[in-house]
Each structure stands twice: as structure tokens, then as C-alpha cells.
């Protein structure tokens, strides 16, 4: 007799704090949110392996373009909600223009419906996922992201937060590279020191079984010369090293810079 009264109870509990106009009876609606990165140069968006200038003149011609993002979140005022904990943005395609103005888009689904206000994420792979290597993450169910070890650094523990590979004109020839080792130039950022974080603060509406897409843009001018300038002559290859000063204060140039470089 106990237990048929405590379960009617129950259900009574039930429909009286559960009504088909409660919130608690809702399905929340979700749509799709995409983020989409272009490149800009003074020439137009960045082709990989074609010439393009600065604005100080300095002739580059880039082959690889790549960083991590993570920790990224969506912000509603000063409320702050998780979309994804780490992705990379990877320029392999822009070999021609259509694919450069296309960009690469990063999308995340089952979004909550609503009025944002920004957007927040790591540039590079945060604390807590770049204190595992590679194979803990390949033990884990899926392909995740950072499985693969391509990009992991195994002698002081870390990914490469970004990879800038190319080639720029050192001896005024007006060609980039062309097969000079001397004019390469190569940034790889790592380790947690250069971990950096960019906001975006930019109003959007996510809407029922929709997809709203976020344009934002890399400035490749504003890569080498922004809060700090890269002397691309003295200054032309440089990795995370911890044990090289020279390195971290070149790469921590570069990281200082990428916040800067990214934006609407």
C-alpha cells in the first residue's frame, strides 16, 4: 500500500511541475553556427605558392598556413558557452583564388537558438589538452584532432600552435624564394607560454533549423606587423624552442601578432 502511494505521488509530482507550457517540457530550438576565415592581403586574398607584398613592400610568397583555436565559446553578455574544445584552421586549399575566397569554414552544430554577442576562443591548443601527447588522444573513440601527432612537438611537450612557411624576397630580385634557402621563412608557435586569447565582441541571431555564418578574416599584414614588427631579413625562421632565446622572443612576436591579425 506504501509503495502504490508513494508512486502516485510520484506522478502526481510529475504533471504538477511538468505542464505541456512549462519551460521544462520545451525542446530548446537549435540551429548551426559556422565561423568562416578568409585571408587579406594588399593584393587580395592569400594564394598559397603566388607573390604578394606588404605594406612596407617586403615581396612574400607563403606555402603553408595553419593554427589551432580552442576552448571556443559563444558569448551572450557576460555569459560564456562552450561550442567546441579544439579545431584547426587550415589554409591547404587556398592553391587557387576561388578556394581563397571561399576561406575555410569550421562549423558546429546543435547550437541553442538566440541573441549572441561575440565569440571567444585560444589561439593554439590550450593547457589542459597540450598537457596530453598525441597518444592518448588516438586511444580515444573517433578521430579526434590531436591523434595524429603531425604536429606535436615530443621534445618539450607540445603542438604547434601555428605553422607560417614560405618563401619572401631578401635580395630586392623581385622573385620570393625561388629555390634560395636563404630567403625561406619559417614560424612554428608552441608550448603553453604562447597561448594566447582573441574576443570578438559582434552581435548574431542563431535561429531555429538554420545556419548563421561568422565572415571573420586573417590579415596577413597584420601577422608581421602590428603590436610588434618581425624584421623578416634578421628575424626569418624561428620555433618555440624554450631552451633558444632568440626563438621564443621571435614566435612570441608572432603570437602577439596573430591576435591582432584575426577579426571581422
Known amino acids: 500500500m506504501k509503495k502504490l502511494l508513494f508512486l502516485s505521488l510520484s506522478v502526481i509530482l510529475v504533471f504538477a511541475c511538468c505542464q505541456p507550457n512549462d519551460d521544462c517540457c520545451v525542446t530548446p530550438a537549435i540551429g548551426d553556427f559556422e565561423v568562416n576565415f578568409t585571408t587579406k592581403t594588399q593584393n587580395g586574398n592569400m594564394i598559397l605558392f603566388q607573390n604578394f607584398n606588404?605594406?612596407?613592400?617586403?615581396?612574400?610568397?607563403?606555402?603553408?598556413?595553419?593554427?589551432?583555436?580552442?576552448?571556443?565559446?559563444?558569448?551572450?553578455?557576460?555569459?560564456?558557452?562552450?561550442?567546441?574544445?579544439?579545431?584547426?584552421?587550415?589554409?591547404?586549399?587556398?592553391?587557387?583564388?576561388?578556394?581563397?575566397?571561399?576561406g575555410e569554414t569550421l562549423t558546429f552544430n546543435d547550437i541553442n537558438a538566440g541573441s549572441y554577442t561575440g565569440i571567444k576562443f585560444g589561439i593554439g591548443v590550450s593547457t589542459d589538452l597540450n598537457a596530453k601527447d598525441p597518444t592518448h588522444y588516438a586511444g580515444l573513440e573517433g578521430d579526434h584532432i590531436l591523434g595524429s601527432g603531425i604536429d606535436y612537438w615530443s621534445g618539450w611537450s607540445s603542438y604547434i600552435f601555428a605553422k607560417i612557411e614560405g618563401y619572401f624576397d631578401a635580395n630586392g630580385n623581385g622573385t620570393a624564394g625561388g629555390g634560395d634557402d636563404a630567403e625561406e621563412i619559417t614560424y612554428h608557435t608552441g608550448i603553453d607560454e604562447l597561448y594566447r586569447e582573441k574576443t570578438i565582441n559582434t552581435n548574431f541571431d542563431i535561429t531555429e533549423n538554420d545556419v548563421f555564418t561568422l565572415p571573420l578574416v586573417i590579415d596577413i599584414d597584420k601577422i608581421f606587423n602590428s603590436t610588434v614588427t618581425i624584421d623578416i631579413l634578421n628575424e626569418s625562421v624561428a620555433h618555440s624552442n624554450p631552451l633558444l632565446e632568440n626563438n621564443m622572443l621571435i614566435t612570441n612576436k608572432i603570437a602577439d601578432n596573430f591576435v591582432e591579425a584575426i577579426g571581422e
Open 54 to 102: 606588404l605594406s612596407d613592400g617586403t615581396l612574400l610568397n607563403i606555402n603553408k598556413l595553419q593554427f589551432y583555436i580552442s576552448d571556443i565559446r559563444l558569448l551572450q553578455g557576460g555569459e560564456e558557452t562552450s561550442i567546441s574544445e579544439v579545431d584547426l584552421v587550415t589554409l591547404k586549399s587556398h592553391s587557387n583564388a576561388a578556394a581563397a575566397a571561399a
